[in-house]
């Protein structure tokens, strides 16, 4: 079964920093570009960012440029997120995403985590 | 920055045919996406590249792409159909999602 399952959120205070997993099974993890988007309570989806399957090629959202920083590990099946400085409108459920490349989409969705920043 | 703009909300009988718009700057010259969001769920891939069915949606999801607007159609809208839509396209090394229209089957 293809799926993605995301770890790592939680309460951290303003100025702090997290750091986000998203774990990869049942697909050749290292042959697709990933992503994560947010979603903040009750709002809408949010790209955040993108990497490339060689982890070389990385894209950001303006919101999030100079304070995220993804990465991945072929070796492990995993993709994170790490998360420095983080302010209150940071506070969302983060999705990692598969790239779909037929059409610059995300076809599959992990389950989401929360990060709350919070004081 | 480029942005995609919906109607907040859609209402279709049972049965019945939903169309949800999606507006952007020469959004016909792009690819649009379409996902689907159940409350307390992650989206769903619905449509891709403005007309294409993921495997296992059904057929009465399709979707169009010309000029600034982008339509998702439900055609035969069943109950189970009701959540949030929201488009989605790439721009400038950029992905940008819609601001979303929560589907009512009423």
């Known amino acids: 079964e293809v799926q993605l399952v995301e770890s790592g959120g939680g309460l951290v205070q303003p100025g702090g920093s997290l750091r986000l997993s998203c774990a990869a099974s049942g697909f050749p993890f290292s042959n697709y570009a990933m992503h994560w988007v947010r979603q903040a309570p009750g709002k809408g989806l949010v790209w955040v960012s993108r990497i490339y399957s060689d982890g070389n090629i990385k894209g950001y959202a303006d919101s999030v440029k100079g304070r995220f920083t993804i990465s991945r590990d072929n070796a492990k099946n995993t993709l994170y997120l790490q998360m420095n400085s983080l302010r209150a409108e940071d506070t969302a459920v983060y999705y990692c995403?598969?790239?779909?490349?037929?059409?610059?989409?995300?076809?599959?969705w992990g389950q989401g985590t929360m990060v709350t920043v919070s004081s | 920055s480029y942005e995609l703009t919906q109607p907040p909300s859609v209402s279709v009988s049972p049965g019945q045919t939903a169309h949800i718009t999606c507006s952007g700057d020469?959004?016909?010259?792009?690819?649009a996406s379409w996902y689907q969001q159940k409350p307390g769920q992650s989206p769903v891939l619905v449509i891709y590249?403005?007309?294409k069915r993921p495997s296992g949606i059904p057929e009465r999801f399709s979707g169009s792409n010309s000029g600034n607007t982008a339509t998702l159609t439900i055609s035969g809208t069943q109950a189970m159909d009701e959540a949030d839509y929201y488009c989605q396209a790439w721009d400038s090394s950029t992905y940008v999602f819609g601001t979303g229209t929560k589907v009512t089957v009423l």
């Open positions: 995403a598969r790239d779909f490349s037929a059409g610059d989409a995300f076809d599959i």
């Open positions: 590249q403005d007309s």
């Open positions: 020469k959004l016909g010259e792009k690819f």
